[in-house]
Structures are given as structure tokens and as C-alpha cells.
């Protein structure tokens, strides 16, 4: 089991006060400002708002991607912006998990290859190395297009292998950039329901940035709501058990 | 990442833009063929200098004279001349000495007259020189028309080329007909004390009849060590036999030799190696002779090789920098390509090191590739070029020569210069790969 810095019975995320701002000519952008969340582990949380609202860039600060320029995030224990830039490509390792709304699949590799990529980064042995890969497209129900390029498969089922991607490296983290932004409401809801159910069944905390208010309400537990770089609220929602229990009745 | 994983994704990357990476190695191996193309000629052309000249004897040879022959015209007045102790001779005993000195391989004396050859009744003025066994092997009868002597006493004789044209233009025709060597053979007289030696000699006219077996450009190591080039050349032993009457016996006679027997003008010691030369030499003049070698000359060969090799090297080297150019567009153009590539593996959790690494490797597959290629491009140049020579070479009747070698420590040496220069031209490109913005890197379209 890939090491997770000690997770149990702690918040996934505490942000304090995070600010992302950017010189761009004369002016100082300010890509998320002022903005304090907590995020407890194995919640769903929906990032919403407007473009350009800074939720894109508060999730690349909490994926290790980009660095505050003030406030802290401690996530999983550790305060992101004291680690130096190989303790957080350990963390983007180990910790969490991404998707994109492009998928961003490599064209040149098959299915099984792009799933296997952050196994090989993470130096897992090679013969521990399909047994994972495997377990991760049982997770997707993708085991059957294994051997396939990433043009072959439709967009949904590109998402679901960037989601398995995601997952093969056993993280507690998984962190979502729209990832139905670029499919339709169908295929999109389909991927949503899929990543609750990994969440729930892995034990996951799930922050996902999404511009989609209806698709959020329903499989998120919470909303975080962004505008101009601000946080402006957080609201739960009825919740998807409820939600699953409505439709069931 | 572990290696085999960098190596194995280096080279997928490597795949995926066939046409332009083998482009770049291409570039990598011609580089890396004209470096060891222009060394590969340089080594050769060394060989084969070397080889010709230890072949003709002049580098692991000693030339002996006794000591007063070394004197000059800054060994003092006349009088103190008289009163230079008395220099030991070069004669039958010396050459027994000189021969049982270790390391000798032979010990023979120059022999070399000036005479009439008498050939389809006319005369030609000519110099006779006698010639060893061991001159053979130097190279100078490689290739020569007819053959060398058939036995060590055969009455037989090689014309130098420029003689036999004297004889009859058509210098073929002369192989197998007989001349006339007229001489003057030396008698020794009776002293007034009734002994043989030491009574000074007589001169007779004698003749001796040789049949021409070969003609042969020049004589080996000519006009070395002697009284210039022999243009007749008989076996030493008959040479020997001859007691012909040589240039150095009239000074001999007006010098005070009573009681001694015959002497040498000079005597050519050789020995097993050049590199036993110095201290064999230094021997042969403890024993009170005059030595000399031509070993300085070897050095200064071998100095002048050294300057020609590291020109060619750095000639070669130009093109190969050419490629190094190209390796560096290649891979600045795959970071603008796989920008966004980049970013993805930074998200999955590469660190820049890994990033680094990646472009280093591909940079180094291409650098190796192009370097096993380039070294056999390099060699297939230089057989070329051999190939090529050999059949000028043949038009003009002369034997083939190899003018490229292509060593181990080459090959080696041009692969791994190859894979270096690879490398340093992808550090640049890696570590723009590795400075990579991930989140501006995925943003990319």
C-alpha cells in the first residue's frame, strides 16, 4: 500500500487565507484571493462558479501544481508550501490523484500503458504493476479495451481511463478539474455516478471544480462557491445517499 | 524513474517522430563518420609509414665506423691528431663482437663499389652494392618486376630501375639475360717481414658473370651509411666473396694498418626492436666505435603524426558539432510538442528530475545510435578511400597499401565522444523541459 501520510481521523485539506496573485503587465491579477476552507477526508466537494472565477487555480494549488503566493494549505498534515519541489511531485504521486476535463491521455500509449504511467514514476515494481493497473480499470469497467489508444475509445470512456489513471497509484485524494466539461450531460452524469461510487467504496475525498450547479448539487456533499477569486459560500447539499434514496423510492 | 523505465518511454517518444530523429542521428552519424573517417586515415597513414619504415631497416639499425672516421675538421690541428691514441679497427674480429652483443640480429658490412658492368657487349658505369638476406623483408622489393636473389650466393643481380632503362628501355626484357661485372679485385701483398697482412694489397681486373633476375625501384635505405645508391645490387655474400676493391681501402693503405687484418668502412648492426637501439648503440661505442641510428628521426615521425591526427580529429569534429545543432533542435522542438505532455507527468508526479532525465535519455539513445552508425559510415569512408587508392595504385604498377585503420580504441572512443557531445547538447533542452510550468504546460494546446 502506497504510504498516505497519515489521513485517518484528520481534514483532507485546511486552507488558510490562500492568495494566488499574478503580475500580468502593470496589474497584479488576483487569481484566488483571501480564501480559508476546510475539506474533511472522504467528503465530495464541488468547487462551482463562474470562468475566471479562480476555482481552476485554487485546485492547482491544492494538486501542488503552483505555490500560494501567501496563506497555507495543509493537506493530509503537511503544509504544501513548505515542501520543496521533489517532496511535492511526491505528493502529486502518493496523495492525490488528477483529472482533466481534456483527459489528457497520451496518444501514443495504449489504455493499459497510460493507466501503468504513474506506477512507473512511482518505481513500483514491475511485477506488482498489472495486478494494479487491472484493479484500477475494474474500477472504470475498462479491463476489456486495454490494449486500445486513447482515440479509439469515446470521450467518456477516456474519462473513465484518466479516473483509473488517477486511482492506480492508491491515493486519498482525487482531485477533478471539470471532468464533464467536455462530454454530454448523459456520459457526464455517467462519470459522476462512477466517481462517487469509487469514492465511497474507496474511502476517497473528492474535490471537483465544476462550473455544473444541477450536476454538483446531486453527487456532491458540499458546494464551494467562487467568485473573483473569493470564496463566497459553502452550502451542503442534500447529499448523494439522500439523493440515491429518493430516486430509489 | 528507474532507467529501464526512462529508456523504454525515451524511446517511444524517439518513435513517435521517426523521420525527424532519425534525421538528427543521421546528422549524429555522419559527424561521427567524418571524425573517424579523417582519424581512421590519420592511423592508417601512421601504419603504414611506420611499418615501411621499420620494414627498411633504418630505424632498428646501428651504423658503425671506427672512431677516426667520425673525426672532423674540429678534432684539433694536424698535430694533435698524430697524437689521438690509435682508434680501434673495424675488422673480422669487430663484427664477431658486434654480433654476439645481445639483441643482434645480424651484423654486415656495406659493401659497395664502383665499377663497369659490360651488358650486350657496351660498358656502364655503375655502383654495385651488395645486399642481406634480411633486405627483403623492407618493402623496398615489394612489388618489384622479376624476383628477389634465389639463394644467399646465387651469382645473380637486381637492377635499380633507372639503371636498367640505361640497359634497354624495356626493362622486362632484361629479366633472365646475363652482364658482366668488371672489378677490381684487391690482393693482398706479402709484408717485407714475409706475413700476409699488413703488407698492403694489389689491384687485379677480374669479371664475374650475373643473370638479372628483377629490377626494383630504388635499393633499400639507400645512400645511407654508404657512398650513395647502389644501382646494381648482388647478394651480400657474393658481394663479400668478390674482394673488390673499395673506395676506403687507399685510405686504409696510407694509414699505419700494418699488422692488422682487413677492415670495414662501416659496419650495419641490426637489432631485434627499435626500442633496443639506444642502449645497443651505447654499447657499441663503449667498445671504442662510432655509432649512429636513425631513432631521433622515428620520434619526430611519430611527433608529426601526433599534429596530423589531432588536425584530422578536429576537422572531423566540425561536423560532428554541426550535429550537435541538430540534436538540440530536435529536442527544443519535441519541448514545444510535448508541452503539454510535460505538464501531464509533472501532474502525475514527475519530478523536474525526472523530466531531465527523460530528454537527457533521448538525447543520449540518439547520440549512441548515431555514434554505432557514424563509426561504421567512418569505416566504410576509409575502405573506400583504401579501395580507391589501391586501384590508382595498380595503374601505376604499384602494390596496394591500406591507408585507413580503424582500431578498437577508435570505435570506442568515437561512440562514447558521440554519446557525451549528445549529451551535453541535450542539457540545455532538459532543463527547459524540466523548468516546465506544470500548470501552464497543461494549458497548452
Not at chain 1, 36 to 63: D, I, R
Not at chain 2, 37 to 55: E, F, I, N, Y
Not at chain 2, 78 to 99: G, M
Request: charged share 20%; with cysteine; net charge neutral.
Amino acid at each position: 500500500m502506497t504510504p498516505t501520510m497519515g489521513l485517518n481521523q484528520q481534514n483532507a485539506f485546511q486552507l488558510e487565507h490562500v492568495c494566488r496573485h499574478y503580475a500580468m503587465g502593470g496589474a497584479s491579477i488576483r487569481a484566488v484571493d483571501d480564501v480559508s476552507l476546510t475539506v474533511p477526508s472522504e467528503e465530495f466537494l464541488a468547487l462551482l462558479g463562474s470562468s475566471g472565477s479562480g476555482k481552476s487555480t485554487l485546485l492547482n494549488l491544492m494538486a501542488g501544481l503552483d505555490r500560494p503566493t501567501n496563506g497555507s494549505i495543509v493537506a493530509a498534515g503537511r503544509n504544501l508550501a513548505e515542501l520543496n519541489s521533489l517532496e511535492l511531485a511526491r505528493y502529486r504521486r502518493e496523495t492525490v490523484g488528477m483529472v482533466f476535463q481534456s483527459f489528457n491521455l497520451l496518444p501514443r500509449m495504449t489504455l493499459e500503458e497510460n493507466v501503468e504511467l504513474p506506477l512507473r514514476l512511482a518505481e513500483v515494481e514491475r511485477n506488482d504493476r498489472a495486478a494494479r493497473v487491472r484493479e484500477a480499470l475494474e474500477h472504470v469497467r475498462l479491463t476489456k479495451r486495454m490494449g486500445h489508444r486513447p482515440s479509439e475509445l469515446s470521450g467518456g470512456e477516456q474519462q473513465r481511463t484518466a479516473i483509473a489513471r488517477a486511482l492506480v497509484n492508491r491515493p486519498k485524494i482525487l482531485l477533478a478539474d471539470e471532468p464533464t466539461g467536455n462530454l454530454d450531460s448523459a456520459t457526464g452524469e455517467a462519470i459522476l455516478t462512477l466517481l462517487r461510487e469509487i469514492q465511497s467504496h474507496l474511502g476517497m475525498t473528492v474535490v471537483m471544480v465544476t462550473h455544473e450547479r444541477p450536476l454538483a448539487e446531486k453527487f456532491a456533499d458540499r458546494l464551494a462557491t467562487m467568485g473573483d477569486g473569493k470564496l463566497l459560500s459553502t452550502t451542503p447539499t442534500a447529499g448523494y445517499a439522500q439523493a440515491e434514496a429518493k430516486v430509489s423510492q | 524513474m528507474k532507467l529501464r523505465d526512462m529508456t523504454e518511454l525515451a524511446v517511444r517518444n524517439l518513435r513517435e517522430a521517426i523521420l525527424r530523429n532519425s534525421l538528427t542521428t543521421l546528422g549524429v552519424a555522419v559527424g561521427v563518420a567524418s571524425l573517424v573517417a579523417m582519424l581512421s586515415l590519420g592511423v592508417g597513414l601512421q601504419q603504414l609509414a611506420t611499418s615501411r619504415l621499420s620494414k627498411s631497416g633504418l630505424f632498428d639499425s646501428i651504423f658503425v665506423t671506427p672512431k677516426t672516421n667520425l673525426r672532423g675538421p674540429g678534432a684539433g690541428p694536424p698535430a694533435t691528431r698524430s697524437a689521438a691514441p690509435k682508434a680501434r679497427p673495424l675488422n673480422e674480429d669487430a663484427r664477431e663482437e658486434l654480433t654476439k652483443l645481445p639483441n643482434v640480429i645480424e651484423v654486415y658490412p656495406q659493401i659497395r663499389f664502383f665499377t663497369e658492368a659490360r651488358f650486350d657487349g657496351k660498358p656502364f658505369a655503375t655502383m654495385v652494392a651488395g645486399m642481406p638476406e634480411s633486405s627483403k623483408a623492407s618493402g623496398s622489393f615489394d612489388g618489384m618486376q622479376g624476383n628477389f636473389f634465389s639463394a644467399a650466393n646465387a651469382d645473380e643481380a637486381i637492377l635499380q630501375a633507372e639503371f636498367a632503362k640505361e640497359l634497354n628501355p624495356q626493362t622486362s626484357s632484361l629479366i633472365g639475360k646475363e652482364l658482366v661485372l668488371r672489378y677490381a679485385e684487391r690482393q693482398a701483398l706479402a709484408a717485407p717481414d714475409g706475413s700476409n697482412e699488413g703488407g698492403g694489397f694489389s689491384v687485379v681486373p677480374k669479371e664475374k658473370h650475373l643473370r638479372i633476375i628483377g629490377v626494383v625501384e630504388t635499393e633499400p635505405a639507400s645512400g645511407f651509411g654508404g657512398f650513395g645508391s647502389g644501382r646494381l645490387l648482388i647478394p651480400l655474400a657474393v658481394a663479400e666473396t668478390l674482394r673488390a676493391a673499395q673506395v676506403n681501402d687507399l685510405r686504409d693503405v696510407l694509414r699505419d694498418t700494418s699488422g692488422e687484418k682487413p677492415a670495414y668502412a662501416s659496419l650495419t648492426v641490426r637489432v631485434k626492436s627499435p626500442s633496443l637501439v639506444d642502449a645497443t648503440e651505447a654499447k657499441i661505442k663503449e667498445m671504442g666505435f662510432g655509432a649512429f641510428s636513425l631513432l631521433d628521426a622515428s620520434k619526430s615521425l611519430r611527433i608529426f603524426f601526433s599534429v596530423f591526427d589531432l588536425l584530422l580529429g578536429i576537422f572531423g569534429s566540425l561536423a560532428l558539432a554541426v550535429a550537435t545543432l541538430g540534436i538540440i533542435n530536435t529536442l527544443v522542438m519535441a519541448i514545444l510538442e510535448r508541452r503539454r505532455e510535460i505538464g501531464v507527468l509533472k501532474a502525475l508526479g514527475a519530478a523536474d528530475s525526472d523530466v531531465k532525465q527523460l530528454f537527457f535519455v533521448e538525447a543520449g539513445v540518439m547520440g549512441l545510435a548515431g555514434g554505432v552508425f557514424g563509426v561504421f559510415f567512418g569505416w566504410l569512408i576509409g575502405q573506400t578511400l583504401t579501395l580507391g587508392t589501391n586501384i590508382y595504385l595498380k595503374r601505376q604498377d604499384l602494390p596496394g597499401v591500406q591507408i585507413s585503420s580503424v582500431p578498437w580504441w577508435l570505435i570506442g572512443g568515437a561512440i562514447a565522444f558521440a554519446l557525451l557531445v549528445s549529451l551535453i547538447a541535450g542539457l540545455y533542452p532538459a532543463s527547459r523541459a524540466a523548468k516546465l510550468n506544470p500548470v501552464d504546460a497543461l494549458r497548452y494546446e
